[in-house]
Structures are given as C-alpha cells and as structure tokens.
C-alpha cells in the first residue's frame, strides 16, 4: 500500500498521510509516467530469516530493505535471533544462539502484531515456528485478525510444545524436536509456517493445497532447492 502511494505520487496524485492511520487524496486531472523501484517484500523476506534461523542455516538476501525490517528484527532479537546488514543486503549467520531473551524481572516475554510501523501481522505465523526451535517461553499474540492461531495444531502433531490459549494467544516453550507429518495448508502464511516448520523436522512431511504457499512466494519449491533444501512439488492426478 505504502509503495502503491508512493508510486502514484511519483506519477503526479496528491496522497498524504502515507504510513499512518488516514490518507488523503486530492483528485489530480491527469497522471504522468514515472520511474519507481519497489520496496521489499517484508513477509518474504522476514519468512526467509526465520526459515535461516529455525534450520539453523546462514542466507544472504539482497535487496531485502533492512529499514523496513527493524521492528521485525525486535521481534526476532527476543528469539535469539540477529543478522548482519549491508547496505540493502541481510546476512544471517547460522547457528544462532536461539534463546528466549525474557522481559524484565524474568517474565514471560510477548511478540504481537499491530498495524504499521508495528510488528506485521503476515510474519506472526512464521515467529511461532521459529519460537518452537528456541531455548525458553514465549507468548505470540495475534490481535488483528481471527482464526489464524489455529494452524498450530499441526505443529503441536509434529512436536511442537504449544499452548493455544485462545484464539488469538499461544505460548510456545522450545526447543521442540519436530517429526514429519501429513500436512495441508491453510492459507499463505500457515503455510509458509507450516513449510518451514516442515524443513526444520526430521523425517518426511508431505505439504498438501501448496497453492496457498505459492500464490505469496514465487518459485518457493525451486528457490528453496538452490539453498540446499531437500523438497519436491509433486503434481498429483485424479
């Protein structure tokens, strides 16, 4: 959205307000052409850093906008987890030290989603999968949206040590051995969660309405084999 704006501003609207809770729009008679380089794609690139680090592998990702990833890399930094930037380059390092950081006076820390600049809702999945592969407790509260907590299940069957709370909480206490499984995507981002989570446990898993995967990660079965990772799309008839 922000990017869209951004683009049409530069073709000549009239948009204020970008990155807050009210945009404006004055009415323009015309627009013109114009160059513009998108931005990153935050929920892929932030879904690549925990994929790193759940498998405990090292990425370079380039063109990743690392400033648009700072409340992400918060987030993550609760987990243990931290990369290296350069210029518009992320680096995670393997072996991270994936150890619960806990808050104040020893409580339970928290991850929760809020609209930008806020921790995006998108990666919320991807934090439970990785906070399952890290020494100590969490919460990881989704409050924007319903319903998406309920892919855990899935990982509980795999090994996972979640609590669903309700349908927005759950607390994950790692690290969890996770066994392969019979799983179905849900949506883009379980499904992604549920991929990683896949990746990162032993034994086979068999991934099935991969079509929710793909539609928000071009390529993922080939990009994923060119890092090393032993995975097949299968195309299945009748």
Not at 93 to 108: N, T, Y
Not at 216 to 221: F, L, M, R, V
Request: hydrophobic fraction near 45%.
């Amino acid at each position: 959205m922000q990017d869209l704006c951004r683009l049409l501003n530069a073709m000549g609207a009239r948009i204020t307000g970008i990155g807050s809770n009210v945009v404006s729009i004055e009415g323009v008679r015309k627009l013109h052409g114009a160059e513009y380089r998108l931005g990153a794609d935050y929920m892929e690139v932030g879904s690549l850093i925990g994929l790193a680090a759940a498998t405990r592998s090292a990425i370079e990702i380039e063109e990743a906008g690392p400033a648009e990833m700072r409340v992400a890399r918060q987030a993550f930094a609760r987990l243990g987890v931290s990369w290296e930037t350069d210029g518009r380059t992320i680096r995670v390092p393997a072996e991270q030290p994936m150890k619960v950081v806990p808050d104040l006076g020893g409580r339970i820390p928290k991850i929760d989603d809020a609209p930008w600049p806020g921790f995006p809702a998108d990666l919320v999945s991807i934090m439970v999968v990785v906070a399952s592969q890290a020494e100590g407790t969490i919460l990881v509260h989704e409050k924007m949206f319903e319903s998406r907590m309920f892919f855990v299940d899935k990982l509980i069957s795999m090994g996972a040590g979640i609590i669903l709370c309700d349908p927005h909480r759950v607390v994950v206490t790692g690290p969890a051995t996770l066994s392969g499984a019979e799983l179905v995507s849900p949506d883009v981002r379980a499904g992604m969660a549920l991929l990683t989570a896949a990746l990162c446990a032993r034994g086979r898993s068999t991934i099935q309405n991969v079509y929710q995967i793909e539609r928000g990660y071009e390529n993922i079965t080939d990009r994923l084999q060119s890092l090393g990772a032993r995975i097949t799309r299968v195309e299945r008839t009748g």
